[in-house]
């Protein structure tokens, strides 16, 4: 099975930019549909973005679109999430999760999650 580790969250300014990674070790990320969550203080966990396994297909939820962009390298097992002109709503803990299918963007189909890595937008 497949390990997950996320990193690149941090403080930024409202407007400012990160990139989260998402590395991934024990079976090639090649194999599963990929996603990033974010779950906020008293908040249910929700879908930010997924990725197909072939990468042809992208799904971003409404409040991220335009500004956010998911992508995959299966040559260095790596998924990134690029986050530009972020808000302070964009505060929360990020996590990588991965889905032994082609593509879904349906949260109970992510079998394997990271631990996530915190993502703070200063106003």
Do not use: H
């Not at 930010?48 to 679109?65: L, P």
């Amino acid at each position: 099975q497949v390990q997950l580790v996320e990193s690149g969250g941090g403080l930024v300014q409202a407007g400012g930019s990160l990139r989260l990674s998402c590395a991934a070790s024990g079976r090639s990320v090649s194999f599963y549909a990929m996603g990033w969550f974010r779950q906020a203080p008293g908040r249910e966990r929700e879908v930010v973005g997924a990725i197909s396994r072939s990468g042809g297909a992208k799904y971003y939820a409404d409040s991220v679109k335009g500004r956010f962009t998911i992508s995959r390298d299966n040559a260095k097992n790596t998924v990134y999430l690029q986050m530009n002109s972020l808000k302070p709503e964009d505060t929360a803990v990020y996590y990588c999760a991965a889905a032994n299918v082609p593509w879904t963007v349906t949260t109970a189909q992510y079998s394997y999650w990271g631990q996530g890595t915190q993502v703070t937008v200063s106003s």
